[in-house]
């Protein structure tokens, strides 16, 4: 990798070009936790990395915001989006603000709380190397300075200079950042990775910072670069078909008595849901070892939790939708020590107490009956909850192993026809929690589905892991918790804005591709992460309930008809994301498209001769699953527009 520098290191330059960038229209993009993502012009993202970092004074440790890492809080006024953040001792506000033309302002504030020794506090902006590798860097407004003063500190730095801005220009991206006052910029190579990114630390302070000192600086960044409006190729293989998509589902896990039921009315009326799932408040359900819960219930000793849990359940069931069944927190009696409400250690959950486990299944099977013989309910599946991480039953991979060998006999042998799900992890990269498993064929005969949730580690690698794990033992694959922040809950100003949406339906889309999923359960149709606003959802009591975009999106993947199976689809355009279903005996297909670059000119090919027309609908930041003018197929061939950042679906009925 290299930078071109010209001679004493940059053109020394006051010059600031006013034709320099493009008029166009923009929108800065970061992620729920405030990093920005880059700037979209013309619906096409300039991509790069703004994170906020502290570092030590000898540079060998450097704090940078990023997921889960810090404590957040996010709100919007207008165009301006807030953030907030406490990284130890130091407490700051971050605001990004639209400005037009290309344009995003980053306004930072921060204070110290106690007196703090760093090498300083920055904005800094990580360039990827695929575009600014080559480029050439050219100060704005540079301090008067002597020879020594320019030498880069450190190997891997390029330059150290106080000046005004900076701007980087490569054949096509182009970069400038403007300071409201002078500081020093420091241009790094990034040294763990050969070919990494371009580093530029902006300074906000340095030094020694005194107890309730405040500090604060404006960065006006500009993007541009070249707008890929190339047209789109897609090509369909229906002649290869997958493993069945049943539709979008949805978990119900009953938290807000309040806010909840309006919204699960919502949903229910106005999606068509074809999995669930609901909690099994089993602390509630069984809270003294010596008793008989059953027993207790027709007593009229059913805690409300838990007949309110049954009621959701008997709902669901009498609409037609299978129902899954996860507990979360284990009776007292249950636990291996008291129960941990709160990481103690690092360490999440309660491991189950292994004396007791002829009690435990019978205490789950107890609670399933019971939904049986008084409320009509086949509990289809069984899982504690995420228990590879301890949320809150905590399990080994063995342990885990064991119940699904245990608790699966034990139901069968009382008549019960639930399964249990192999893995339901709190990540999608908790896959080799199902190898033991798999190991034991013992388990196979109990297993009535593969789960995972997928709020973190959902590349490529992992989720083909997940599609060959069912594969292996022939059973579907579901998402049992799909989103893509599991800490967005103290933040959920985040949900409403339209990167969060596109991000999760272009990461459902993917999963769709790759995983070949019977199901995406949403979570969650309730009041909570909920897709919904208004209505005293998150607080908003000030507006009546209404859909939001995340809606939009989760109700036209739920219009995918019912019937249709996976098959491979190519796309020649890495940034657009693209998922096909179909049924070749009933001609019935569903393209799926998520764009993340701009404008431009699609043709899809390999559809069969009897499809002669498309519907299109399109969800985006302006459009709801708005209906466009049908597409002619011919020859098993169609063309259309595909809308910037936007997610689309071509549907033959």
Known sequence: ???????????????????????????????????????????QLMTFEGSLCVVNADWSRIRQTARERQEIRFSREGEKQIFTYRMDSLFFTETITNTGSGTATVEVTFTSKVDTTMAG????????????????????????????????????????????????????????????????????ADPTQPNGVVQVYLTIATDSIKTGQTNSKTFTIKATGDIDKEPLELRVFPAHKGREFAGIGGNFRLQNPKADPQVI?????????????VEMPWGFWHPEENTDPIAAAKNGNLHE??????????????????????????????????????????????????????????????????LKDQYGVEIVMFSFNESDLGINVRQTPKEHAQLIKGLGAYLAARGLNTKLLLGDTADANGWPFTLATLEDPETYPYIGAVSFHSWRGYSDENLYRWHDIANRINVPLLVGEGSIDAGAWRYPAIFEEPTYALDEINLYTRILAICEPLSILQWQLTSDYSAMSGGGVFGNDEDPLYPTQRFWNLKQLG??????????????????????????????????????????????SGLPSGIKELHIYVTNQEKSMEEGKRIRVTNGKAQFMLEAASYTTLMSK
């Open 121 to 188: 506090a920055f904005f800094r902006l990580d360039l990827p190397a695929a575009f600014y590798a080559d480029s050439k860097v050219q100060l704005i407004a540079p301090a008067e300075l002597s020879l020594s003063e320019t030498i880069p500190n450190g190997q891997n730095e390029y330059l150290r200079v106080p000046a005004g801005g900076v701007r980087f220009t490569s054949p096509y991206r182009q970069l400038e950042v403007m300071l409201n006052e002078p500081a020093e910029i420091i241009v790094k």
């Open 559 to 604: 219009a995918t008809p019912e019937g249709v199976f996976a098959m491979p689809i190519t796309s020649n355009k890495k940034d657009v994301t693209a998922a096909a279903l179909g049924n070749n005996d009933q001609n019935t297909f569903a393209i799926h498209l998520v764009n993340n670059g701009s404008n431009r000119q699609a043709t899809l």
């Open 305 to 370: 939790r838990v007949k309110a849990a049954m009621e959701m359940a008997q709902r669901l069931d009498k609409m037609g939708i299978p129902v899954i069944l996860s507990a979360w927190f284990p009776p007292e009696w249950a636990a291996d020590g008291p129960i941990q409400f709160r990481p103690q250690g690092g360490v999440y959950g309660n491991a189950l107490d292994s004396a007791k486990t002829d009690k435990i299944y019978q205490s789950i099977a107890d609670y399933i009956q019971y």
């Open 265 to 277: 009315d919502y949903s229910l009326e106005n999606l068509r849901v074809a999995w669930s799932r």
């Open 1 to 43: 990798m290299k930078l071109n520098i010209c001679p004493l290191l940059v053109w020394l330059s006051v010059f600031v070009s006013t034709t320099f960038f493009q008029e166009a229209s923009a929108q800065a993009e970061f992620t729920t936790w405030g990093n920005l993502t880059g700037i979209r012009v013309d619906g």
